[in-house]
């Protein structure tokens, strides 16, 4: 692989950790008018409107097999639990600490990974996640005092995101990454739409649809619009770089998480929420650092597989 490729697949990885935490900004930003469940739709409509000409223009094939669209259409369930999650912590949380509770995720992954297919997990990854895990505390600990239980759905986001992600493994062989995610929006939207619709007039106040007013709507279409947009990058960081380079790079996401917070919404996070980013990050990079390792192993043994990929969160 040439260096320009990879250098081309690191920036590309890079503009997903500045774009992403846009989504979180334009959800945010809605939440404030707008029904959680409403931005939940918004966010499978609006990426599926902006997937569509992608998909168009690279020509790929649109037809799947009635196993796999039962599996998207799961991998949607899994995606819309986990953005209804976010979305309804970061309505009243600061979206950093909310986003470093989620970061948990690929510790669940991992351990899954464990449970479900027989992955290798040595002790150390899984003292690693049991630290990681320390780390979430630590930002919950103080949340969970000021915001209550909403606290705890990031967590909601990290768990429904792993299964997520392990529906998008059975997947990855059989679908282009850019076909999958233009499936799992049209998906999604079909499930979330009749769902919110059912709910207008319920008087429930995260699911009752409203008419957005002003910049709402602009809002909205950023939800999807970013989405969209930074899931782009991803894809195509992984074609130009290997996961392995990229891994460490995801972490970033937090640092432009907190400046975004910090212009847009005046949040930063205090003493303990820094110490726990900090044990979450560092905990995720050793377990980054030795599934390198393992794979230098497995290399000398048998042909090269490629490395766990970054997880980009929704």
Same mark, same amino acid.
Not at 143 to 152: E, H, N, R, T, Y
């Given at each position: 692989?040439?260096?320009?490729?990879?250098?081309?697949?690191? /920036?590309?990885?890079?503009?997903?950790?500045?774009?992403?935490?846009?989504?979180?900004?334009?959800?945010?930003? /809605?939440a404030?008018?707008?029904?959680?469940?409403?931005?939940?739709?918004?966010?499978?409509?609006?990426?599926?409107?902006?997937?569509?000409?992608?998909?168009?223009?690279?020509?790929?094939?649109?037809?799947?097999?009635?196993?796999?669209?039962? *599996?998207?259409?799961?991998?949607?369930?899994?995606?819309?639990?986990?953005t209804?999650?976010?979305v309804?912590?970061?309505q009243?949380?600061?979206?950093?600490?909310? *986003?470093?509770?989620?970061?948990?995720?690929?510790?669940?992954?991992?351990?899954?990974?464990?449970?479900?297919?027989?992955d290798?997990?040595?002790?150390?990854?899984?003292?690693?996640?049991?630290?990681? !895990?320390?780390g979430?505390?630590?930002?919950?600990q103080?949340?969970?005092?000021? !915001?209550?239980?909403?606290?705890?759905?990031p967590?909601?986001?990290?768990?429904?995101?792993?299964?997520?992600?392990?529906?998008?493994?059975?997947? /990855?062989?059989?679908?282009?990454?850019?076909t999958?995610?233009?499936?799992?929006?049209?998906?999604?939207?079909?499930?979330?739409?009749?769902?919110?619709?059912?709910?207008?007039?319920?008087?429930? /106040?995260?699911?009752?649809?409203?008419?957005?007013?002003?910049?709402?709507w602009l809002? *909205?279409?950023?939800?999807?619009?970013?989405?969209a947009?930074?899931?782009?990058?991803?894809? $195509?960081?992984?074609? $130009?770089?290997?996961?392995?380079?990229?891994?460490?790079?995801?972490y970033?996401?937090?640092?432009a998480?907190?400046?975004?917070?910090?212009?847009?919404?005046?949040?930063?996070?205090?003493?303990?929420?820094?110490?726990?980013?900090?044990?979450?990050?560092?905990?995720?990079? $050793?377990?980054?650092?030795?599934?390198?390792?393992?794979?230098?192993?497995?290399?000398?043994?048998?042909?090269?597989?490629?490395a766990?990929?970054?997880?980009?969160?929704?």
């Open positions: 692989m040439s260096q320009d490729r990879v250098l081309n697949g690191v /920036a590309l990885m890079l503009a997903f950790c500045v774009l992403a935490p846009l989504l979180d900004v334009s959800a945010k930003l /809605a404030a008018t707008v029904p959680v469940g409403q931005i939940t739709v918004a966010r499978f409509v609006g990426q599926g409107l902006v997937m569509l000409p992608v998909v168009l223009a690279l020509r790929l094939v649109w037809r799947i097999s009635p196993a796999d669209a039962g *599996l998207v259409g799961l991998r949607a369930v899994f995606l819309m639990l986990s209804y999650s976010f309804a912590a970061i009243v949380m600061p979206i950093a600490d909310a *986003l470093a509770i989620a970061f948990v995720e690929p510790f669940i992954l991992l351990i899954l990974g464990r449970f479900l297919f027989g290798e997990v040595g002790p150390r990854r899984i003292i690693a996640s049991c630290v990681g !895990f320390g979430a505390l630590l930002v919950i103080p949340s969970l005092a000021v !915001f209550g239980p909403v606290a705890l759905f967590l909601g986001t990290a768990f429904s995101f792993a299964f997520y992600m392990l529906s998008t493994r059975q997947l /990855a062989a059989r679908l282009h990454p850019v999958m995610q233009m499936h799992t929006s049209l998906a999604g939207a079909l499930i979330c739409v009749p769902l919110i619709w059912a709910f207008d007039g319920s008087g429930i /106040a995260s699911l009752d649809p409203v008419w957005p007013q002003g910049l709402a809002w *909205l279409a950023g939800v999807g619009f970013w989405a947009v930074s899931h782009i990058c991803m894809t $195509y960081a992984l074609k $130009y770089a290997p996961s392995a380079t990229l891994a460490p790079l995801h970033l996401e937090i640092v998480a907190v400046a975004l917070g910090f212009l847009v919404f005046g949040d930063f996070p205090n003493l303990m929420t820094w110490a726990g980013i900090a044990i979450i990050c560092a905990s995720g990079l $050793y377990i980054v650092s030795r599934e390198r390792r393992s794979d230098r192993r497995r290399r000398t043994v048998m042909p090269a597989t490629p766990p990929a970054p997880q980009a969160r929704p």
